[in-house]
């Protein structure tokens, strides 16, 4: 028995979210399903991000253990080549058995794509929130930086949740503009139910003009879902990497 490690990336558009569930296809499904039928076992493989419904990924990260003889360096290409054209395994290797992808110290990075102009592009509506009002960029670099460092963050987790403590440490969360798309790009150790998703939305309610810069430190002191702004869409955001520590 060999435990086998998987970088996956995935577009989202078409599941509902990772995690295995009752009301459609989904990530995990698929992978099990394309896992068990190449090597012949019953496979599940044990994932460290359970991304929502339309959310996308470059490099969320799976385990599951198997008796195969395939070098685990192998199993990455013979698995694509059973995979739809929307998910890709881009690396695999053995791990050792008692390697768990929650369970371990992580940093992980996340972008949101905002497409800032006065019409749509149908080119990017897959990967990008369409936000035709001005955004003020430089007021949201403001916001964000109160959210920077060890903070409680209840703020800004849906009511679903169930982590034990909402304390999370941000390390960075940068904000750059390139022609008609805006980037957030966060990077934290951990990150509560739907937390980047309500960063993103108040964020985009200070480029509105309609919170003041300031008004994110008291949001984040106030532990009160009810005073963030609303849950950014799931298209925007994509899982970037996972980087074991």
């Known amino acids: 028995m060999k435990r086998v490690f998987l970088r996956i990336a995935y577009d989202g558009t078409n599941y509902c979210g990772w995690q295995i569930q009752d009301n459609g296809i989904t990530i995990e499904e698929v992978i099990n399903e394309k896992l068990s039928e190449l090597l012949h076992e019953d496979i599940a493989v044990i994932g460290a991000s359970r991304t929502d419904s339309g959310v996308h990924a470059l490099g969320n990260v799976a385990v599951f253990d ?16 059973r995979l739809p054209e929307d998910i890709r395994i881009q690396e695999s290797k053995e791990v050792a058995p008692d390697f768990h992808p929650r369970y371990c110290d ?7 794509r905002i497409l800032n102009r006065t019409f749509d592009d149908p080119t990017t509506r897959l990967y990008t929130h369409f936000c035709y009002f001005k955004l003020d960029v430089e007021k949201m670099k403001q916001a964000a930086s109160y959210l920077v460092g060890e903070h409680d963050f209840k703020s800004f987790s849906s009511a679903r949740g169930q982590a034990k403590t909402t304390v999370r440490t941000i390390y960075y969360l940068n904000i750059e503009k390139e022609n008609d ?15 980047v998703r309500i960063i993103v939305g108040t964020l985009l309610k200070v480029g509105m003009g309609i919170y ?5 430190k008291e949001i984040l002191e106030a532990r009160d879902r009810s005073m963030s702004g609303p849950k950014a869409p799931a298209k925007g955001l994509t899982l970037v990497e996972i980087e074991y520590l």
């Open 66 to 81: 198997t008796e195969t003889r395939i070098p685990a360096e192998k199993i990455s290409f013979a698995l694509n080549q």
């Open 106 to 112: 992580t940093r992980k990075t996340y972008e949101y």
């Open 181 to 195: 798309i805006i980037r957030v790009q966060i990077n934290g150790n951990g990150f509560l139910y739907n937390m």
């Open 212 to 216: 003041p810069p300031e008004h994110v």
